[in-house]
C-alpha cells in the first residue's frame, strides 16, 4: 500500500499574549488506506476525523503547542483513541489551552514515529516555541515544518516563548542540510522546498525577524 500526504485546511483563531488573530491551518495526513497519523489537529476535530475516515488514527503529532494547531486535539482522540504526542519544552504552552489534560507521550529529537510505511523523524527546532519539532521523512522526500520554515523565511518570533536566533540556528543547523529536493510542507500557506528557501538565509539573518 503505498503511503500519502493529503493536506486538509481548518479555520480559527490564534491567541497569544492577549491578542487573537483569525487563521487558517494545515492539517497533515500520512498513511494509507488502513492507517493513518495527524500532524497538529487544527480547529476542527469533526472535519478531521471525517478525512480520517474509517482508517486507524495511531497518532496525533504536535509541531509545537500553539492552540491554533492543538486546539482539537483532545476531542480527536478521545473520538479516536490515538495518542497525542508533544515535546515536553512545550508543555507550559500546552497548559494554556488545555489546562486538564496532558499529552500522551513526549516526542524526543531522534524518534521516528511510524505509520502506514511512513518513519517521521523527528527533529527538534526550537525557536517559534520551545518545544517545535519538524517531522522529516526521507523516504518521501518531505519535511513537515509546523511553523518553523515557510515559504519565504522562518515563523514569527516576535512574541513570548519564541526567539529569532533560535530559530536561525533550528533551520540552518537542522533544515537546510537536508536535501535541497525535500518538500516543506508547512504549518499555514503554501509549501516549498529545501533548496528554495537555503539560498536565503543571509537574507534573513539580516532582516533579523
Known amino acids: 500500500m503505498t503511503t500519502r500526504i493529503e493536506r486538509l485546511v481548518t479555520s480559527g483563531q490564534f491567541s497569544l499574549d492577549g491578542g487573537t488573530w483569525d487563521v487558517d491551518n494545515n492539517v497533515w495526513l500520512v498513511g494509507d488506506d488502513h492507517e493513518v497519523v495527524v500532524i497538529d489537529a487544527a480547529h476542527d476535530a469533526d472535519a478531521i476525523a471525517e478525512a480520517v475516515g474509517d482508517r486507524r488514527l495511531t497518532a496525533i503529532v504536535c509541531t ?6 492543538i486546539d482539537a486535539a483532545p ?42 510505511g511512513a518513519d517521521l ?7 517559534h516555541a520551545p518545544g517545535a519539532v519538524c517531522l522529516y521523512d526521507p523516504g518521501l522526500a518531505t519535511v513537515f515544518t ?6 519565504g523565511g522562518p515563523g514569527a518570533t516576535g512574541r513570548s516563548f519564541s ?17 535541497p529536493e525535500t ?22 539573518i539580516a532582516r533579523g525577524h
Open 64 to 69: 509545537h503547542a500553539h492552540n491554533d494547531h
Open 75 to 116: 476531542a480527536l482522540a478521545e473520538r479516536t483513541g490515538a495518542t497525542i504526542w508533544l515535546h515536553p519544552d512545550d508543555l507550559s504552552l500546552w497548559k494554556q489551552t488545555h489546562p486538564d489534560r496532558d499529552p500522551d507521550a513526549h516526542l524526543l529529537d531522534g524518534q521516528v514515529i511510524e505509520a502506514a
Open 121 to 127: 523523524r523527528v527533529l527538534h527546532t526550537p525557536g
Open 146 to 151: 509546523g511553523d518553523t520554515l515557510f515559504k
Open 163 to 179: 526567539h529569532f536566533p533560535t530559530i536561525v540556528d533550528s533551520i540552518r543547523d537542522r533544515l537546510l542540510t537536508l536535501p
Open 183 to 204: 518538500k516543506v510542507l508547512t504549518g499555514h500557506g503554501d509549501g516549498t522546498t529545501i533548496g528554495a528557501e537555503a539560498p536565503h538565509l543571509q537574507e534573513w
